[in-house]
Nanobody
């Protein structure tokens, strides 16, 4: 089991910045892929940014050049730095952990945080 706790959401004006944090209950280096997803009412949850334990990073086209995902392995924390925010970035943002490595074996597992609201006003 992995517990994920997000923080850092809030209300910001368009063009502003926020940094989201996701603290994990285990060593994040053992997590195969961590990522940030977002969801708005009536829409499917979408991937925003992901990072593998090999530090391969992917971004959604809509956030490339504006958002940055990073990890602090010593703190077991993943961050999402969001700059040049737009009203369309408004959503609940969720942290995700997908797959746990134990003794050289990848264990299937998909874990989610409780979500943090990001609201960007125009």
């Amino acid at each position: 089991q992995v517990q994920l706790v997000e923080s850092g959401g809030g209300l910001v004006q368009a063009g502003g910045s926020l940094r989201l944090s996701c603290s994990a209950s285990i060593n994040i280096f053992s997590i195969n892929t961590m990522g940030w997803y977002r969801q708005t009412p009536g829409k499917q949850r979408e991937s925003v940014a992901t990072v593998t334990n090999g530090n391969r990073i992917k971004y959604a086209d809509t956030v490339k050049g504006r958002f940055t995902i990073s990890r602090d392995i010593a703190k077991n924390t993943v961050y999402l730095q969001m700059n040049s925010l737009k009203p369309e970035d408004t959503a609940v943002y969720y942290c995700n952990a997908d797959g746990i490595w134990r003794s050289g074996t990848l264990h299937v597992g998909d874990y989610w945080g409780q979500g943090t609201q990001v609201t960007v006003s125009s």
